[in-house]
Each structure stands twice: as structure tokens, then as C-alpha cells.
């Protein structure tokens, strides 16, 4: 079936950069999501790229996809303490509309 | 007011016991989906509907039912809860375009 994984944890210091990993199975997935979730609260949508593209930016934020080995990462520029919570790579497969997610990465941010 | 709200947002229960956890939307969308997260297995799914009249089963749904009562509304049901239902449960809305999923802030659910 799909699969999507992660690391499970990533420490950097403050002002460093921050390189979250993430591959998948399902070769059809369209659309690969990074979410982020802070404690106590719901994923909210960081930054997403579509399949036929291999590199997304904005701002701080850059999407890598090799879509030959199924492999995305996010990089987090300048990487502050507010950018320490969970981070969620997901596969969005458009023929059942599922979504499928890792078992996310805790990022810790030390000052 | 938050666009997809969740009730209730903690419960403790007794195993055996039937829970309803309800979740409501106002971003209009058709596609809802129920979540449960566990520490280092992220998210999993339970189940999804295309609208009222679809619903879709997804890996983790043995256990669990759903009820779509309206376009705005979509409910997670245990019917006899067990302590490995012990978890953090969202349910999400998703949109057009991107397909951006909009979570609600979770319900925590502990079953003793």
C-alpha cells in the first residue's frame, strides 16, 4: 500500500538551516504537502508542490522533489525558535482522493 | 471562529463504552476526512466522504463508523471503545484547487 516516511526528530540551532526529509511509495501521487503542526493545535498547510515541478520556494521555505526516487524535502532558511513543532510530509493521491502522511518530524530549534 | 470546529475537544471514557465525536465546517467544502494521530505512527485514516451520500473507509476504520448528517457536518462514532482508541482524533475539510486540508483543532479521547 502507500507509505510515506520521516525521521522522526531534527535538532539545529538558531540561524541554521533546517532539512526535513520525507519519501514516498505511490508514484501517481499529484500533489506532495508539507503541514506543520504546533503544540496543542491542528496542521496548518506550510507549502505544497505538484508533481511536474522539481523545486518550489517561498521565503524561507524550499521544496525539493526528486520524483525518480520519490523523494521530497522542505528546507527552512535562518531557522528561528519559532519554527520548533511537528512537521507532516504528505501524498495526495488523485484517483481515491486520499491523503497520506508521515509519521511527521519533530524539529526542535535550540537558541 | 474557527472554519472546521471539533467536539468534544478532550474526553475520558470507559472501555466499552459508545463515544460521538462531531465535526462541523463552515469553508462549504464536499470532502471531509477523519484523522487519528499517534505519537511516531503520524497521521492515519479512518475514514472520508465525498459528500452525504459517499462514504469511504480508510486503513484504520475497523472500530470506528461515520455519520455525513449534512454538507456541514461529519461524525465519528465508536461504538464500544477500547483502550488502544486512546489517541488524538481531526477531522479535515478539504478545498479545491491545491486540494489545501483545513484540521480542526483535534479531540483528544482516552479510553480507561
Known amino acids: 500500500g502507500e507509505d510515506v516516511e520521516q525521521s522522526l526528530f531534527l535538532s539545529v540551532r538558531e540561524g541554521d538551516s533546517s532539512v526535513i526529509n520525507c519519501t514516498y511509495t505511490?508514484?501517481?501521487?499529484?500533489?506532495l504537502y508539507w503541514y506543520k503542526q504546533e503544540p496543542g493545535a491542528g496542521l496548518q498547510l506550510l507549502t505544497y508542490i505538484f508533481s511536474n515541478m522539481d523545486m518550489k520556494q517561498d521565503q524561507r521555505l524550499t521544496v525539493l522533489l526528486n520524483k525518480k526516487d520519490k523523494h521530497l524535502s522542505l528546507r527552512i532558511a535562518d531557522t528561528q525558535t519559532g519554527d520548533s513543532a511537528i512537521y507532516f510530509c504528505a501524498a495526495f493521491h488523485s484517483g481515491t482522493y486520499k491523503y497520506i502522511f508521515g509519521t511527521g518530524t519533530r524539529l526542535k530549534v535550540l537558541a | 471562529d474557527a472554519d472546521v470546529t471539533q467536539t468534544p475537544r478532550n474526553r475520558i471514557t470507559k472501555t466499552g463504552k459508545r463515544i460521538m465525536l462531531e465535526c462541523s465546517q463552515t469553508k462549504g467544502h464536499d470532502r471531509m476526512y477523519w484523522y487519528r494521530q499517534d505519537p511516531g505512527l503520524g497521521l492515519r485514516l479512518i475514514y472520508y466522504?465525498?459528500?452525504?451520500?459517499?462514504?469511504n473507509k480508510g486503513e484504520i476504520s475497523d472500530g470506528y463508523s461515520v455519520s455525513r448528517q449534512a454538507q456541514a457536518k461529519f461524525s465519528l462514532s465508536l461504538e464500544s471503545a477500547i483502550p488502544n482508541q486512546t489517541a488524538l482524533y481531526f477531522c479535515?475539510?478539504?478545498?479545491?484547487?491545491?486540494?489545501?486540508?483545513?484540521f480542526g483543532e483535534g479531540s483528544r479521547l482516552t479510553v480507561l
Open positions: 479535515a475539510t478539504r478545498g479545491e484547487g491545491t486540494g489545501e486540508l483545513f
Open positions: 466522504s465525498f459528500d452525504v451520500k459517499d462514504i
Open positions: 505511490d508514484s501517481s501521487s499529484t500533489y
